[in-house]
């Protein structure tokens, strides 16, 4: 990475908010990205022993780029590829809220999944996390990305944030990582530089006032807004929090951020904020804030019309062996498909799907196909699935790879029958054995293409 051209305008503003910092931050965008993961706390993977991002207890710096593509534990959900600044969110949860709690959590603008996924290895199991994309196209993404990541208390939806308004004061957690001009990726993605102009960096910010304004009923009073964004523009950050507090009941929250960090906290009037800058973090740029609604909010009335419907006792009986705790969820079924959801939340999701598009929901445990009973592949991702149901078949990185390429496979002495396969201790998928053949199960839309 070299000669970086900022726009003029844009070099201007950070010249003179950065003053003597400015050639160190300029420095800065002449060194590549440091590459980080972070791992899912309950899946194995080798990458655990690299240097952790300090303000995230699964985060890890990984000291060159691999190909993830070519690495089966990244498509089993073993880890998640995220850049570190933005996986400060754990710091903005653990010292705000409770998070042994049962909280109904948004994440509303969550494609590709980067902050949900994180959100979901936080929050209790008896939490419910509605992650939303209003992107079609990108909900698809997200739904992958939370299917690999196999927590079954999480909603995928596809709304807009208006769409929230009629949800009022249902959550205890929003999570607001707003679509912005994206100055703080400018070194990992030189095309954002391509992207920004004063005009669009303006609109982000009336864009993100509209979001905010959208979906400040769904939050309950003495509820949590986090709001982020990867820019350093003030007019996206801390200027719409000042607007914010000009017009609503707040309260910022103060965060404990270790010096040797090099987070830099921004303050204007009562209004704060934590800005990262390249140079100074081991990190992209990025800015969060954490604001407590104190104004009153009605509460929303759960009032469900049960429209999802259970499947027959028999298919409920044959999978409950499927699942660790079978008497945690509630098996519900939608024409051929079996899923199951968190018992405790299933009438609130019945209720959100009332406002909200739905996209995925749970985890999808199997296909009813005459008497059979078939498992589908996010159920072998899932934290859910009972390890003794189904045989296990460990294989090594070129059966991995071919399995996730959607090829033939040999494997030799298997027992017949649906069986996982893992690759270094991450279940991938499924394989059906049959008499003289293995029938490769991997969703051909996830199937990889690359070859090395
Ligand atoms: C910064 S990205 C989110 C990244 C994501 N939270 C993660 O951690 O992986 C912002 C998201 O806002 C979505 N978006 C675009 N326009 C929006 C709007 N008007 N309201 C809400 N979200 C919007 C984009 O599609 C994009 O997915």
């Known amino acids: 990475m070299s000669n970086l051209n900022f726009p003029g305008a844009f070099e201007k503003r950070m010249l003179y ?33 690299s240097e952790q991002v300090p303000w995230a207890e699964q985060g890890r710096y990984l000291p060159e780029r691999p190909s993830f593509t070519l690495d089966p534990s990244f498509h089993g959900g073993a880890y998640y590829v995220q850049e570190a600044s933005s996986m400060f969110l754990e710091q903005a949860l653990k010292q705000s809220i409770d998070l042994s709690a049962p909280l109904n959590v948004l994440d509303l603008s969550a494609a590709p999944g980067g902050k949900s996924t994180h959100l979901l290895s936080l929050i209790s199991n008896e939490s419910l996390l509605v992650s939303n994309e209003v992107i079609r196209s990108r909900a698809a993404i997200l739904a992958e990305n939370i299917q690999k990541w196999g927590y079954v208390n999480c909603l995928v939806t596809n709304s807009d944030p208006k769409d929230f308004n009629n949800i009022e004061g249902f959550f205890d957690v929003i999570v607001v990582d707003a679509p912005c001009s994206g100055e703080g990726l400018f070194r990992k993605d030189p095309q954002a530089i391509n992207e920004w102009s004063v005009e669009n960096a303006s609109l982000c910010s009336s864009r993100q006032k509209r979001i905010i304004h959208d979906v400040w009923p769904a939050l309950k009073t003495d509820g949590i807004l986090i709001y982020c964004t990867c820019t350093y523009n003030p007019d996206e950050n801390e200027e719409n929090l000042y607007w914010l ?37 081991k990190g992209e740029g990025f800015f969060i804030s954490v604001i407590r609604k104190k104004e009153y909010s009605e509460s929303a009335t759960i009032k469900s019309k049960k429209k999802l419907v259970a499947p027959s006792k028999r298919v409920i009986e044959s999978l409950n062996a499927w699942v660790s705790h079978p008497e945690k969820l509630l098996f519900k079924q939608h024409n051929e498909l079996v899923f199951a959801l968190r018992a405790e939340k299933t009438d609130e999701i019945e209720f959100l799907l009332q406002h ?17 009973l078939i498992p589908e592949h996010s159920l072998a991702l899932s934290i859910i699935l009972n390890p003794d149901t189904f045989n296990s078949i460990e294989v090594e990185l070129p059966v991995a790879l071919q399995y996730l390429r959607k090829e033939t496979i040999d494997i030799k002495d298997v027992e017949k029958g649906f069986a996982s396969l893992a690759y270094e201790g991450t279940r991938l998928g499924w394989v ?8 490769n199960m991997y969703p051909s839309e996830w199937r990889i293409r690359m070859t090395r």
């Open 245 to 281: 507090q000009q017009e609503k009941e707040i309260e910022f929250i103060e965060l404990n951020t270790n010096f040797s960090w090099g987070i830099e906290k921004v303050v204007k009037d009562k209004v704060s904020g934590y800005q990262f800058y390249p140079n100074k973090v």
């Open 356 to 372: 909200l598009k739905f996209v995925y929901g749970g985890t999808n445990i199997a296909t009813v196909k005459h008497d059979k």
């Open 432 to 439: 059906n054995v049959i008499q003289n053949r293995i029938n």
């Open 17 to 49: 908010r950065l003053g003597s910092e400015w050639d160190n931050f300029k420095r800065a965008h002449e060194q590549s990205s440091p590459v980080s993961i972070r791992l899912h706390p309950l899946k194995k993977s080798s990458l655990i022993n």
